[in-house]
T-cell receptor, first 113, second 117 residues
Framework: AQTVTQSQPEMSVQEAETVTLSCTYDTSESDYYLFWYKQPPSRQMILVIR??????QNATENRFSVNFQKAAKSFSLKISDSQLGDAAMYFCAYRSTGNQFYFGTGTSLTVIP | GAVVSQHPSRVICKSGTSVKIECRSL??????MFWYRQFPKQSLMLMATSNEGSKATYEQGVEKDKFLINHASLTLSTLTVTSAHPEDSSFYICSATKIQGRGDTQYFGPGTRLTVL
């Protein structure tokens, strides 16, 4: 199975500032998808952003963007203009060609008012 | 977006009993659904892949006879925890695949908290 590593168990950011969450993965596949999911206290998994491995252009969704480095197998998430509602657990996920999802251990993000 | 529901949201049962958890895709058909379990402050661990009309595919280390999965229709998958024990207490989450061309997307249910006494 593929492995996904998030080396930052906890991160904090001042409201309106920018924060970057790190993620690396290991795979032998060439075609795959990468995702960032947010899990607030309600435990509902919410899709933040997705990246297709065949696309060189980094995905962006409003205040959320990724830095996808395929050769380095790195997939970091940048949150700009952080808001209090961004506070949550963030999981990096790898989707294999068989459609199985493998999640990292998560990063708990605190937004400081 | 798409909606995936789970029922029940919380269940408490006695040790030795069986518990069934339902996962439904409410506004789309899902040929594939997945079941995960999540321990407190930990990540989601994939348990099995549920395929409509065929047997589920289990991840290594997951007991097939303990966690029975049935995907009877394109909108419903069920996970039955048989002869539950306290160590089975966990948060169980399902997800369903919505086909959207090349970029199909996973939608997650809200989860079911199982407590085995």
């Amino acid at each position: 199975a593929q492995t996904v590593t998030q080396s930052q168990p906890e991160m904090s950011v001042q409201e309106a500032e920018t924060v970057t969450l790190s993620c690396t993965y290991d795979t032998s596949e060439s075609d795959y998808y990468l995702f960032w999911y947010k899990q607030p206290p309600s435990r509902q998994m919410i899709l933040v952003i997705r990246q297709e491995a065949y696309k060189q252009q980094n995905a962006t969704e409003n205040r959320f963007s990724v830095n996808f480095q395929k050769a380095a197998k790195s997939f970091s998430l940048k949150i700009s203009d952080s808001q209090l509602g961004d506070a949550a657990m963030y999981f990096c996920a790898y989707r294999s060609t068989g459609n199985q999802f493998y999640f990292g251990t998560g990063t708990s993000l605190t937004v400081i008012p | 977006g798409a909606v995936v529901s789970q029922h029940p949201s919380r269940v408490i049962c006695k040790s030795g009993t069986s518990v069934k958890i339902e996962c439904r895709s409410l506004d789309f058909q899902a040929t594939t659904m997945f079941w995960y379990r999540q321990f407190p402050k930990q990540s989601l661990m994939l348990m099995a892949t549920s395929n409509e009309g065929s047997k589920a595919t289990y991840e290594q280390g997951v007991e097939k006879d303990k966690f029975l999965i049935n995907h009877a229709s394109l909108t419903l998958s069920t996970l039955t925890v048989t002869s539950a024990h306290p160590e089975d207490s966990s948060f169980y989450i399902c997800s369903a695949t919505k086909i959207q061309g090349r970029g199909d997307t996973q939608y997650f249910g809200p989860g079911t908290r199982l407590t085995v006494l």
